[in-house]
């Protein structure tokens, strides 16, 4: 039975960002491909320069580069920011520095910047 692309879509909203981390990882070894290739072309394609390097400077990614002495702190942040559950969000902490959230509005992220330093950790904005 075929499956429509919402319906595959609606799937992928289910699970968690590590499973779906793990299924991109596997796509790329079957089909000998790699996302961040491929979408990087796309994307400088999109437009000309200056739109791309709009686009760049108002989205930023918030990265977690040491989650500091009350780690139990950042978890609970990286969870009410993320969604993740409690496993996902520690192991998440635990392989610091590694993004929080990618290409969110620079306002969002300086708000998430400081809860997360507020819990004890340190954060990068890229």
């Known amino acids: 039975m075929a499956t429509?692309?919402?319906e595959w879509i609606d799937e992928?909203?289910?699970i968690s960002?590590?499973?779906l981390s793990e299924r991109i990882k596997a796509l790329e070894e079957a089909f000998g491909v790699?996302?961040?290739a491929v979408a990087a072309p796309a994307a400088a394609g999109a437009g000309d320069g200056a739109a791309?390097?709009?686009e760049e400077s108002s989205t930023v990614d918030v990265?977690?580069?040491g989650p500091g002495e009350k780690k139990i702190q950042v978890i609970k942040v990286v969870r009410a920011a993320t969604g993740l559950?409690?496993?996902e969000a520690k192991a998440l902490v635990d392989e610091a520095p590694k993004p929080i959230k990618e290409g969110i509005d620079r306002d969002e992220a300086e708000k998430l910047k400081?809860?997360?330093e507020e819990a004890g950790g340190s954060v990068e904005l890229k």
Do not use: C, M, P
């Open 4 to 6: 429509t692309t919402d």
């Open 12 to 14: 992928l909203k289910g």
């Open 17 to 19: 960002v590590l499973e």
């Open 34 to 36: 790699s996302a961040t």
């Open 52 to 54: 791309v390097q709009e």
């Open 63 to 65: 990265v977690l580069t």
């Open 85 to 87: 559950g409690l496993k």
């Open 114 to 116: 400081g809860e997360l």
